[in-house]
């Protein structure tokens, strides 16, 4: 008889594939310094989460990550609109959505530090990788809604706000929650390494700019999974949320 192995069962054993290769690689180089087995990584993390500092580091990069694709989020959402309103809108946008994608993430940052104080960097930094693929696929999304549901709607006189709410929204929903899904990591990428080219005090950047200065791997390591851990964590609780406010606007 076959047993089913649920598809949660199949990423742990995924993950503990690749930790297992992680730390025999470690076990053959003998080298903590190049790369850091499992245990000694857990082991400074356990010890890391003890500390006052550690928070207040995972608090500040979290607070101005979060902000700055927050305002990403609206910003696109709003430019997204204009655009699908206003033909002569859409048109003088692309240039500048356009030179957000095809810029690198280092010549923004470098350009930034003139004008922006490195503390807030980040923030800036990930607005700027959130804004072009939330606007795109947006844009995208309202472009595509059903003519016929809009047709039907004309027909039964259905108001703007009834449109926008049971038609417009119902259709973009998927659009809005694949962008969502991939500025969300492109923005945690973007602004550590805002944060690490800035060095700004107290900053999860911070922390890895120095352990790679000390060459201190284990802390490199426990900090890249601490980002990976809270980026994910976000990730889940910002799509169930609006996932969840979905169901009740879908229930009025």
């Known amino acids: 008889m076959k047993?089913?192995?649920?598809?949660?069962?199949?990423r742990i054993l995924a993950a503990a594939f690749w930790i297992l290769i992680w730390?025999?690689?470690?076990?053959?180089?003998?080298?903590?310094?190049?790369?850091?087995s499992p245990v000694s990584v857990i082991k400074r993390l356990g010890e890391l989460i003890l500390t006052a500092d550690f928070w207040l580091s995972a608090g500040f990069s979290f607070?101005?990550?979060?902000?700055?694709?927050?305002?990403?989020?609206?910003?696109?959402?709003?430019?997204?609109?204009?655009s699908y309103a206003f033909t002569v809108a859409a048109v003088l946008f692309n240039p500048l959505i356009t030179v957000i994608k095809s810029t690198p993430v280092a010549s923004f940052i470098i350009l930034c530090l003139i004008w922006i104080p490195s503390r807030n960097l980040s923030v800036f930094i990930s607005f700027?990788?959130?804004l072009p693929v939330v606007y795109t696929n947006i844009l995208e999304g309202i472009r595509q809604t059903d003519r016929q549901l809009l047709e039907m709607a004309d027909v039964f006189?259905?108001?703007?706000?009834?449109?926008?709410?049971?038609?417009?929204?119902?259709?973009?929903?998927?659009?809005f929650l694949t962008g969502c899904r991939l500025s969300l990591g492109l923005c945690w990428k973007a602004g550590v390494a805002a944060e690490v080219i800035g060095i700004p005090s107290g900053s999860i950047g911070e922390k890895l700019y120095h352990a790679k200065i000390y060459l201190n791997t284990p802390d490199l390591f426990a900090w890249t999974i601490v980002i990976i851990l809270i980026s994910f964590l976000f990730e889940k609780l910002f799509l169930s949320v609006v996932k969840k406010l979905m169901e009740i606007l879908e229930r009025r």
């Open 3 to 10: 047993t089913s192995i649920t598809s949660d069962k199949k």
């Open 23 to 36: 730390q025999l690689a470690s076990m053959w180089l003998k080298q903590e310094i190049l790369l850091a």
């Open 63 to 82: 607070v101005r990550i979060v902000l700055g694709f927050l305002l990403g989020l609206a910003a696109g959402t709003l430019l997204a609109v204009i």
């Open 128 to 130: 700027l990788m959130v």
């Open 157 to 175: 006189g259905v108001n703007l706000g009834r449109r926008i709410l049971y038609i417009y929204v119902s259709q973009v929903m998927p659009y």
